[in-house]
């Protein structure tokens, strides 16, 4: 039986937050994918995914990276505002330390999606070379917070930040509401199922996206959605059709619906798109075997020597 090598890691930020990074392979492995995961998530999002390669991992051939984005899982924060260019720059802190030579395949779900095509605009010289394919998994590049067509809009929009921060304010409410309804509960599941799934998603599957979001800060949940609803990256995605991508999106997925994907794959040309029938936000979990060969098949391209223009 192969034995998994897997060691944790700590990467810190320019701004002091400190992220907790999971590495499974040997450091010389001839590739490695970099997984970023969605908002209320975990690292622990892509267990499904990072299982079925594990016989590349444990015979050498493969490096799977995964992390906490800040202020999830095991992450910190820095104190600081989160925009998701923030982001972007942590995910380039890891590929710094981490995986600082190539080649490099990146995985990102969600707020991970956007997090991962950030440093395509930011730093556009990594990809091509460490980054030699991207998988784009139900996520968006912009647009989740349209702008507002009417005066009442406008003024909704307006009030949202300081919502927001009475929510924070109020975060022993929130929590002790959440304790009312642990991800065990009907009611927990049934809203899971409603915002997450498809119709095939299994209890289980359910029961532990439930888990996944119940461990989550409430401090996470309001921070981070006006970071999401201000994004806009699609003008930076250039640098992207210089390399293999990916694009994937359930067919009843409500949060970042597939219009959203199917704008992807326009910016993108030679992006490969699927449009997964009968599942909803959380692909890596409904369909982790999809999700994995579709990153199987960027680094196998990745895998392959670069001739010097």
Same mark, same amino acid.
Do not use: F, I, K, N
């Given at each position: 039986m192969s034995t998994r090598l897997r060691r944790t890691a700590t990467v810190a930020t320019d701004d002091g937050a400190v992220l907790h990074v999971t590495v499974d392979g040997p450091d010389d492995a001839p590739v490695t994918p970099v997984l970023a995961h969605g908002w209320t998530l975990s690292q622990a999002a892509w267990d499904?995914?990072?299982?079925?390669?594990?016989?590349?991992?444990?015979?050498?051939?493969?490096?799977?990276?995964?992390?906490?984005?800040?202020?999830?899982g095991r992450s910190t924060w820095s104190g600081a505002a989160v925009p998701i260019d923030r982001l972007g720059a942590d995910l380039g802190a890891v590929l710094d330390a981490l995986a600082p030579s190539g080649p490099v395949g990146l995985g990102g779900h969600s707020m991970g999606g956007t997090t991962v095509m950030c440093p395509a605009a930011a730093r556009p010289e990594l990809v091509g070379d460490p980054v030699r394919g991207?998988?784009?998994?139900?996520?968006?590049?912009?647009?989740?917070?349209?702008?507002?067509?009417?005066?009442a809009g406008r003024l909704r929009q307006r009030l949202t930040p300081g919502a927001l921060a009475s929510a924070l304010a109020?975060?022993?409410?929130?929590?002790?509401?959440?304790?009312?309804?642990?991800?065990?509960h009907p009611r927990r599941a049934a809203v899971v199922r409603d915002q997450l799934h498809g119709p095939d998603a299994t209890d289980e599957t359910v029961r532990a996206g439930a888990e996944l979001v119940h461990a989550t800060t409430v401090r996470a949940f309001t921070a981070f959605l006006p970071a999401l609803?201000?994004?806009?990256?699609?003008? @930076?995605?250039?640098?992207?059709?210089?390399? *293999?991508?990916? +694009?994937l999106v359930g067919d009843g997925?409500? /949060? %970042?619906?597939?219009?959203?994907?199917?704008?992807l794959a326009a910016l993108l040309p030679g992006a490969h798109l699927?449009?997964?029938?009968?599942? @909803?936000?959380?692909?890596?979990?409904?369909? *982790?075997?999809? +999700?994995?060969?579709?990153?199987?098949?960027? /680094? %196998?391209?990745?895998?392959?020597?670069?001739?010097?223009?």
């Open positions: 499904a995914v990072a299982e079925l390669p594990a016989a590349r991992v444990a015979d050498g051939r493969l490096r799977l990276v995964r992390y906490d984005q800040r202020g999830h991207v998988a784009l998994v139900p996520t968006s590049a912009g647009g989740l917070q349209p702008a507002p067509r009417t005066r109020g975060g022993r409410v929130a929590e002790a509401l959440r304790r009312r309804l642990p991800p065990e609803g201000a994004h806009d990256v699609h003008g @930076g995605l250039d640098p992207l059709t210089r390399v *293999p991508v990916e +694009v997925d409500r /949060l %970042t619906p597939v219009r959203h994907s199917r704008r699927q449009v997964v029938p009968r599942t @909803g936000h959380v692909l890596p979990d409904e369909r *982790p075997a999809l +999700v994995a060969t579709s990153v199987a098949r960027l /680094l %196998t391209e990745a895998a392959v020597p670069r001739v010097a223009a």
